[in-house]
């Protein structure tokens, strides 16, 4: 696209229930504001260069039923946290240096400085690490007290196919994507590593002490499939 900018601008913006990503190029050769569909089925605004960035979110509005009937909407996975389901919204600042990620009211919301390419999984994933490093440790401390149990270290990791683990030597380890789940189901997988101190086994003996602790453990096992 001759006389076109090639840095691009990345932001977001909701358009009926749909949050919908967008590239702003400013052209030299442009005249007036323009969409356009690229062959990826990302949606592009064309801005001349005296406009200001903010006009891009103004004629997006203004285009909105278009928008939404030529761009198809991808299937994505829902964004979880303890177990209700929250929305990521991303804005792209041409002046801003470092990331804000601020959370509320069920709404991640990221400012990243323009020129990064962060999308809302990367920054849903980043998030979720940091509050389970603090969720995390603080629960396992308060239900060991509780049951009685002595551990060594507790690691916060990403493994792809176990929840938590436990050592020999009375290391614990869990994956961070449980703070998706409702705190009933990540005490369940507290308890269930805490009891495999006493028990380094899945024997009758283990399945009953885990019991013990969480009556309805085989209700929040199941719920562990389901996401």
Known sequence: MKGTSKTSIRNQIKLQERIISYKTFYSSRAKHLRLQINNN?????????????????DFIIKKKDWILKHLKEKKVNGFYFLGEEISVL?????????PQINYQNKKLMAKIP????????????I????????????RV?????RSGFSYKK???????????????KGRLSFNYRL???????????IIHELCHLKEMNHSKKFWDL???FCPDYKMFKKKLKEK
């Open 41 to 57: 089925n990302e949606l592009e605004v064309i801005l001349p260069g005296r406009y200001k960035h903010g006009k891009a979110e």
């Open 90 to 98: 991303i804005n792209y600042d041409l002046f801003l240096t470092r």
């Open 114 to 125: 323009s020129g990064h390419s962060f999308t809302s999984e990367d920054i849903y994933d």
């Open 127 to 138: 998030w979720l690490k940091y509050k389970a490093k603090l969720y995390l440790p603080e």
């Open 141 to 145: 401390k308060e239900l060991s007290e």
């Open 154 to 168: 507790i690691t916060i990791r990403s493994q792809k196919t176990r929840w938590g683990s436990c050592s020999r």
């Open 179 to 189: 703070l998706k789940y409702r705190k009933e189901v990540i005490d369940y997988v």
């Open 210 to 212: 885990v019991e013990g």
